[in-house]
């Protein structure tokens, strides 16, 4: 978790308007695997997010929504950075997205 740590705190120590780089950033980390890391199943990974993406994201915490999908988390970030897509994955396609985590 260190260079997370110290890439979040790079961007929080740099001014960017009125705000931080890390406000208007969005840094995540995940687990390489969920809870059963056997059955290779795409849902139930913590997740670190950290900045605020320009006031969208809550950031800043821990996440972990029993029974989610990676994938969901994915297609929201996407949504976030603008990008015009409705669904996301290969084989555990989603288009459900996180509004938990939006502001």
């Avoid at 001014?15 to 059955?39: F, W």
């Avoid at 950031?59 to 409705?86: A, C, D, F, I, S």
């Amino acid at each position: 978790m260190t260079p997370y740590a110290d890439l979040a705190k790079a961007r929080k120590d740099t001014p960017r308007g009125a705000s931080t780089l890390l406000d208007n950033t969005v840094i995540y980390g995940i687990s390489e695997h969920g809870d059963n890391p056997r059955a290779h199943l795409m849902k139930d990974y913590h997740v670190v997010l950290m900045g605020h993406a320009g006031g969208q994201l809550k950031g800043n915490r821990h996440v972990r929504l029993e029974g989610r999908k990676v994938t969901e988390l994915m297609l929201t970030l996407q949504q976030v950075m603008g990008m015009n897509v409705t669904s996301f994955g290969t084989w555990d396609r989603t288009s459900k997205t996180m509004p938990e985590i939006l502001t």
